[in-house]
């Protein structure tokens, strides 16, 4: 029966895979066909008349559209999920993906019409599943099970018939027929809100089972995989499980964690692919797995524009579309969706690696980066210190989060960073003191701004109690796949929050 299933399957994956191909090799017609079916679909919602989407002809009038940011558009999804019709998008939309992408501020409910999750993130996982066969075609994934980690959901408290939920956990409740044959575990465990007894059920059930494929935020797919290791007493994964053959990961950076992966599976042929599935669409894949990068996928729902990134921010008034981009400048991602999100700017910075084909890579947040001192410090450049780091020393990490430390009178601005380690290593001081040489070599801005220590200090580092960030997300009640640690932070909100939460921990 599973053979039978993983043949159709390939067949269906094979027939995607060329159609994805031709997406790839003619980006430009399919965003001028996104463009148009998507104003069109769009023309008698409130927004549409609003923007008058029937006389927008092509994307230079479009782009005289404000772009907007959640808060914008807070008061029409409120009411759009309370029922109303024909507001972001036509018809009523009753699943919406919640979204906290840090600790800061109200939770975002971005909005998924049955259009937006067949075509974009439904699209997108088939699209993931379609490279990996053509990777590997003898990977079989389809014979065997694949274990997602999902979030939960709950439903809205003022409209029985709309559900919320991390983007991981809507996709899991709507999974195709074929898909869930594999999956494992059972939806109403992989649904379970309390992680630790999620955690433990999932432990349970997997460790005895053929697992091939796996997908979920690396910080909880790590703590599974211990408890499945303490459970079975085996002493990595492929003993566990000896068929697992690729991870798809995504959501933070991943160079923190391979170190730790590869020990729990020491296989020089186990696929790590990198996906960029936020719960505003799904945007890129890794396709080429010689090389780090993501194809943009450009026939998924979405229309792309870019905000060049200065200093300032993103430059919302010299936006361009997707043929105007080039490999040398950090932009703001910006798109227009069939979930009704319009002009819409989700937060993600990303670069491109090539124009032809398209390829891009996460650079960080535009909320999340550190300038205070014209540095211009990125998620990417911390994430991949860190990883040179700990390999080099030979330690893992749970999480960091870095804040800058003020230039006051009498004394140099510097970056604080608070670590948390499984295990700490012997002389922090000489770690502190290697992860900012690699910053240096990673960021020209950075290492102009330490050079001979006129405006910047070497960074100033602290260990973290253990399960400190995870306590902290806690008591915030911020605890699941969508909600992650704030890495960086251009100010010192969440710093001074964390090393007060750890003073009144020490107290007790």
Known sequence: MRSLLNLLVKKILDRNYRKL????????EMQAKWFKSNLS??????????????????????????????????????????????????GVVNWYSKSSGTTGGRSKYIPIPKENLKLCH????????????????????FKRNNLIMGGSLENYKYSRQTKIGDIS????????????????PDIPTALLDDWEEKINKIANITKDEDVSFFG????????????????????????????????????????????????????????YQEVYNASEGFFAAQGDFSEKGMYLLVDNG?????APMTPAGPDLDNTVPLEGVNTRQNYSIIISSNGGLWRYMPGDIVSFLSTNPYKITVAGRTKQYINAFGEEVMIGNT????????????????????APIYIEKGKKGAHQWLIEFVHKPADLDHFSQYLDDQLRKLNSDYDAKRSHDLALNKIQLSAIPSGTFHKWME??????????????????????????????????
Do not use: C
Request: aromatic share 12%.
């Open 21 to 28: 191909n031709y997406a790839l090799e003619h980006p430009h």
């Open 41 to 90: 679909a769009a023309t008698n919602t409130t927004i549409g008349k609003k923007y008058d989407f029937k006389s927008l002809r092509n994307s230079t009038s479009y782009s005289g559209l404000p772009v907007h940011d959640y808060e914008d558009l807070r008061p029409m999804i409120e009411e759009m999920m309370k029922g109303r019709a024909d507001v972001l998008w036509r």
């Open 122 to 141: 439904n699209k997108g996982s088939t699209d993931v599943l379609s490279m990996l066969y053509r990777e590997d075609p003898q990977i079989d994934l």
């Open 169 to 184: 956990a809507v996709m899991l409740y709507n999974m195709p027929f074929l898909a869930r044959i594999v999956l494992t």
């Open 216 to 271: 979920g935020v690396p910080t909880w797919s790590i703590v599974l995989f211990d408890r499945i290791l303490e459970i079975t007493g085996k002493k990595n994964m492929l003993e566990v499980w000896p068929n697992a053959r690729a991870y798809a990961h995504g959501g933070v950076g991943f160079d923190p964690y391979i170190l730790r992966f590869r020990e729990l599976f020491p296989s020089d042929d186990f696929i």
């Open 302 to 306: 979405i229309y792309y524009e870019f």
């Open 383 to 402: 994430d991949r210190a860190i990883a040179l780091t700990a390999k080099h020393f030979g330690v893992e990490i749970v999480d960091y989060t870095v």
């Open 475 to 508: 008591s915030k009640g911020k605890v699941g796949g969508q909600n992650k640690v704030p890495r960086l932070s251009n100010d010192r909100k969440y710093i001074e929050e964390i090393l007060t939460f750890i003073g009144s921990l020490t107290a007790k």
